[in-house]
């Protein structure tokens, strides 16, 4: 499913227009992208949490030079799920 895809869907289901539906679900990504940024962590009852994940120093090999590399910590975004979004999932999903 793309953003596309999403805007239409919510658009269908609520009766609002698609610009309305798209500058709405624009503003919650950016909403979200700037929080994080910041630092705050992000979250959604019942959905899910969109967090900063902290990954540590570490040594990586490059295999075309044969040598070996530091890799920076760093912060990642990540989205971890509700466990009711889980569980919805997980006992409904279909296999196509």
């Known amino acids: 499913m793309t953003k596309a895809d999403i805007v239409t869907e919510i658009a269908?289901?609520?009766g609002i227009e698609k610009v309305a539906v798209q500058a709405t679900v624009e503003a919650f990504m950016n909403s979200v992208k700037?929080?994080?940024i910041k630092g705050d962590n992000?979250?959604?009852r019942g959905f899910g949490s969109f967090?900063?994940?902290e990954r540590a120093e570490k040594t990586?090999?490059?295999i075309?030079?044969?040598e070996s590399i530091i890799i920076p910590a760093h912060n990642i975004p990540a989205f971890k799920p509700a466990k009711t979004?889980?569980?919805e999932v997980k006992?409904?999903?279909v296999v196509k």
Request: without cysteine.
């Open 64 to 66: 075309s030079r044969n």
């Open 34 to 36: 700037n929080s994080l």
């Open 60 to 62: 990586g090999r490059n």
């Open 91 to 93: 006992d409904n999903v």
């Open 51 to 53: 967090i900063i994940k």
């Open 85 to 87: 979004f889980v569980e």
């Open 42 to 44: 992000v979250y959604l």
């Open 12 to 14: 269908d289901q609520t």
